[in-house]
């Protein structure tokens, strides 16, 4: 992590099955750059980091009712969605320009937090 900008932040993240969740954000483009047991540090090299946790108290994570999110950004949001299609929430399967100005698609980690991944609207290039 010495390659990381001066200014950053990442997501400590709560997880029941550490290689399930680890498994999940590999398919959006994270790998492992630090593994300690039960603490496992995400990058992408491009900015996106998360470090996934299996150390949260009982009763932290309850199926259902998991309250956390997390919302990638990022300007290949097709690319990603066409990677995750079989497991996007929304009904339409693909990203959709939002009323908020994003262009986004909605997915579910294995504990269900809820993923968020998009790009501003104004800036999605029009497909050729």
């Known amino acids: ?7 950053h932040i990442a997501a400590i993240l709560p997880c ?3 290689d399930a969740s680890t498994a999940f954000y590999e398919q ?9 047991g039960s603490y496992r540090l995400l990058a992408d090299g491009k900015g996106w980091q998360l470090h ?5 108290p009982e ?6 009712q998991n309250p956390f999110g997390l919302y990638l950004y990022t300007d290949r949001v097709a690319e ?13 399967k693909a990203p959709t320009h939002k009323p ?18 998009g790009w501003p609207s104004r ?4 497909p050729k």
């Open 1 to 7: 992590m010495t390659d990381a900008p001066p200014h």
């Open 16 to 18: 029941s099955d550490l």
């Open 28 to 36: 959006l483009g994270l790998s492992v750059v630090g593994d300690h």
């Open 52 to 56: 996934l946790t299996n150390e949260a």
């Open 59 to 64: 009763g932290w994570l309850i199926p259902g």
């Open 80 to 92: 990603l969605a066409e990677r995750m299609r079989d497991i996007i929430l929304e009904r339409e």
């Open 100 to 117: 908020w100005g994003m262009y986004e698609f909605v997915l579910s980690d294995p504990d269900q937090t809820l993923i968020r991944v």
């Open 123 to 126: 800036l999605v290039s029009p």
